[in-house]
Each structure stands twice: as structure tokens, then as C-alpha cells.
Nanobody, 118 residues
Framework: QVQLVESGGGLVQPGGSLRLSCAAS????????MDWYRQAPGKQREWVAG???????TYADSVKGRFTISRDNAKNTVYLQMNSLKPEDTAVYYC????????????WGQGTQVTVSS
């Protein structure tokens, strides 16, 4: 059974930092591309950052220079280090695992809440 479990969310003041984790099980983690998405209240889910199986990273313009995505294949975990947080970063953050091996294998976590407020 495939599971993606996010953790590390919480309440933080503007300018603060959080590190999110997404632990995967039931998949060969190293071959999957991993992404972080977020969804704010009343808004559509949006892509935040991605990391390929080879370690290449990309970011949405809104988080570039503030967020860093990384992965530890030995721990089957992807991380999102979030610095200089702003109130507009408030959202539920989700991780996603995708790979095409014959067919698309596509899995989502359940999400973790991040609230940036003073």
C-alpha cells in the first residue's frame, strides 16, 4: 500500500521558517519525481516546487529564493525548507509522487497545514 505522509506544518510568525517532510512507503522512492503543492482557502491547488529522481529542482516564482526542496532517498523522504514566510504562504501543503513506468503512477499525501500569522 502506497502512503505519503506529510509532517512539519504549524503556526509561524511572518519572517519565520518551517521544514516540511513527506515520508513515502510502498514505492521505490528513488525513481519518483516529487513535488510540493499547496491550497489556500477558497483557492485552487497550486504547484510550489519539484525535484526529479536525479535531484534537479524547480520552483514557482512566488517561492523562489525562499523555499528549498530536497530529498533523501535513503530515508524515502522529501523536504521543503520554507524561509522568510509570508501570510500569503498560508495553505495546506501536499506532496505528490509521480513516475511513468509503462503507465503513470501518481500518488498524493493527505496534507499538512501551514499558517503564517502574527
Amino acid at each position: 500500500q502506497v502512503q505519503l505522509v506529510e509532517s512539519g506544518g504549524g503556526l509561524v510568525q511572518p519572517g519565520g521558517s518551517l521544514r516540511l517532510s513527506c515520508a513515502a512507503s510502498g514505492i521505490v522512492f528513488s525513481v519518483f519525481g516529487m513535488d510540493w503543492y499547496r491550497q489556500a482557502p477558497g483557492k485552487q491547488r497550486e504547484w510550489v516546487a519539484g525535484i526529479t529522481s536525479g535531484g534537479s529542482t524547480t520552483y514557482a516564482d512566488s517561492v523562489k529564493g525562499r523555499f528549498t526542496i530536497s530529498r533523501d532517498n535513503a530515508k524515502n523522504t522529501v523536504y521543503l525548507q520554507m524561509n522568510s514566510l509570508k501570510p500569503e504562504d498560508t495553505a495546506v501543503y501536499y506532496c505528490r509522487a509521480r513516475v511513468v513506468i509503462g503507465i503513470m503512477h501518481d500518488y498524493w499525501g493527505q496534507g499538512t497545514q501551514v499558517t503564517v500569522s502574527s
